[in-house]
């Protein structure tokens, strides 16, 4: 677990409390990162926006009961994962059209890398569609965000073993679907 520095104990029991601007503060300083979970997860910038919108939403209702014992990153990134796996459920259910992904630009790199970079980042997107939940959630975790396994699994609700155990699963997968792209 992190250790919480003054500042931001001082500023959970005041959003505890109900100060919105005390959340609002606390929020800036994960919601890029929550963003991008949200964005590997659901492989759409826009449902990515909606399922980030939602898990603040609960955090917010939630934060009273919000306790200094566990890490708050860790707390938001479990409600975020929560939020995105219940959204791709729905949208199982409603299929709709996939988003387009957005341009994540590669300072120093040629036109030429850039466009080889972002073919691999749609084939990986589509492969990480094709993992089961645990499986995506947990690289996602782990591999996109460098989250330790430790705190993979504290933000899932499971043990470090199920998490490498997800983790060698999605590997194994990753390697067989994006094998021949990466042969190429």
Same mark, same amino acid.
């Given at each position: 677990?992190?250790?919480?520095?003054?500042?931001? *104990?001082?500023?959970?029991?005041?959003?505890?409390?109900?100060?919105?601007?005390?959340?609002? *503060? &606390?929020?800036?300083?994960?919601?890029?990162?929550?963003?991008?979970?949200?964005?590997?997860?659901?492989?759409?910038?826009?449902?990515?926006?909606?399922? &980030?919108?939602?898990?603040?939403?609960?955090?917010? +209702?939630?934060?009273?009961?919000?306790? &200094?014992?566990?890490?708050?990153?860790?707390?938001?990134?479990?409600?975020?994962?929560?939020?995105?796996?219940?959204?791709?459920? *729905?949208?199982? *259910?409603? /299929? @709709?059209?996939?988003? @387009? &992904? /957005?341009?994540?630009?590669?300072?120093?790199?040629? /036109?030429?890398?850039?466009?080889?970079?972002?073919?691999?980042?749609?084939?990986?997107?589509?492969?990480?569609?094709?993992?089961?939940?645990?499986?995506?959630?947990?690289?996602?975790?782990?591999?996109?965000?460098?989250?330790?396994?430790?705190?993979?699994?504290?933000?899932?609700?499971?043990?470090?073993?199920?998490?490498?155990?997800?983790?060698? +699963?999605?590997?194994?997968?990753?390697?067989?679907?994006?094998? /021949?792209?990466?042969?190429?």
């Amino acid at each position: 677990m992190r250790i919480v520095d003054e500042a931001e *104990r001082e500023l959970i029991l005041r959003a505890r409390q109900g100060e919105t601007w005390a959340f609002e *503060r &606390l929020i800036r300083r994960y919601d890029r990162r929550l963003l991008s979970v949200a964005l590997d997860l659901t492989g759409d910038l826009g449902e990515a926006q909606d399922v &980030l919108q939602d898990a603040l939403l609960a955090a917010y +209702r939630a934060f009273p009961r919000f306790r &200094l014992e566990s890490d708050l990153f860790t707390w938001l990134y479990r409600i975020t994962v929560n939020r995105a796996r219940r959204y791709r459920q *729905r949208r199982r *259910r409603w /299929p @709709e059209q996939p988003g @387009e &992904l /957005p341009d994540r630009p590669t300072p120093g790199v040629g /036109p030429e890398e850039q466009v080889l970079g972002e073919e691999l980042e749609r084939q990986l997107v589509q492969a990480l569609s094709e993992l089961s939940g645990q499986e995506r959630a947990a690289f996602v975790l782990c591999h996109r965000q460098g989250l330790a396994v430790a705190q993979a699994a504290a933000a899932l609700s499971c043990t470090e073993g199920s998490v490498k155990s997800y983790l060698f +699963r999605a590997r194994e997968k990753l390697k067989r679907l994006l094998g /021949p792209y990466l042969e190429a």
